[in-house]
């Protein structure tokens, strides 16, 4: 039952976050509040977070090197090491790193834990996750193309890059529908494998036993955010009309500091827009900082030196230590008593004096 006051608090707190501006723009008309004063605050408390968060990582002592490995150390010459899973220098914690990145090395090579019958008992088998990793490339590399298209409306005139990644996201064209009678805009690729991509990790949280065990209100709660971004900006794309030109003169107004709101924009874009605000806003209180967080991360920035070179705690001050000789001195006697050995006896401490 834990798990359902998980999903029923994020579902009712991702409602409310849609029924704010619905509720303040379509009956209070505050378009001036939603579409100025929130994405500036929203953007201030998002690089404040994230620069709070970074310098606490930053400041946190790490005086020996912990990189988690998967892969031979470097050691003798005649054993083959791993330059990659257990690197030795500078080059191969990039390489590494890329990898990371990149390419989600660690997610790809994930297994899960299952028990499963059989004729001579339960079995404790390990499965690989390849369909978590692929829905994980597969959404973050979705939400990257689109992020880059919306430099469309940041930009003036709109960089090449954002015409390319246009044209091959959206190589889908529907052409037009002779029943509606105008024509339906060319479909972008992204769009549909983001909301699929998240709804296949949202229902992952849900069926599988062992996430559902560990999954609290704020792992569901950044998920029906994403959901709701994706599935707002294909309404706006293919069934509710929006004016894009007043679109773009509002976020050009943002970035150059000299915000306007025009007339003609519909609900659905300030809904979206609140939505992309209150994500920005949680990203750094949230799990979803590990985007940033992996670079700073001593498990994974740390070549694996430690038979090559010694590392000495930085943080060690001189302390006055109490040697074995000055205990024995201070104990002998009772030492002696209770029938423990020591190294002199108290006839040789008074020829030594």
Known sequence: MNFLVSIAVSFVAFIIVVLIPLIGIGAFGMYTFFGIVVP???????????IIR????????????????????????????????NPKDTKGVIMRMLLEVLCFRSLFRNVRLEYRDADDGT????????????AAIIFHYSFLVIFLRHFRFFTEPIPGFVHVLEKLD???????VPVIGFGV???????????????????RR????????????QDYFPLFLILGLGITGILMRYFIRVDITSVKELVLGLFKFSPTVPDGIGVMFFIHLFIVCVLISYIP???LMHMGGIFLSPT?????????????????????????????????????????????QPDEKVEQS
């Open 123 to 134: 079995r404790i088998t390990f499965e690989w996750e390849k369909w978590l990793w692929i």
């Open 40 to 50: 500036y605050a929203a953007m201030a408390t998002f690089f404040l977070g994230v």
């Open 285 to 287: 209180f949230s799990k």
């Open 206 to 217: 849900i069926y599988i036993s062992q996430v559902r065990y560990v999954s609290l209100s």
């Open 185 to 203: 805009p060319g479909v972008y690729i992204t769009d549909m494998l983001l909301v699929a991509a998240v709804t296949y990790l949202l229902v």
């Open 54 to 85: 970074v310098i606490g990582w930053a400041r946190s002592p790490v005086p020996f090197r912990i990189p988690t490995t998967a892969g031979q150390e470097e050691s003798f010459p005649w054993i083959k090491t791993d330059p990659i899973d």
């Open 300 to 344: 994974r920035n740390l070549a694996n030196n430690n038979r090559k070179v010694r590392h000495v705690n930085p943080w060690n001050y001189p302390v006055k230590v109490h040697t074995y000789e000055e205990y024995e001195d201070e104990f002998r006697d009772l030492l002696i008593e209770a029938g423990i050995p020591v190294e002199k």
């Open 170 to 176: 959206g190589f889908l064209q529907m052409g037009v």
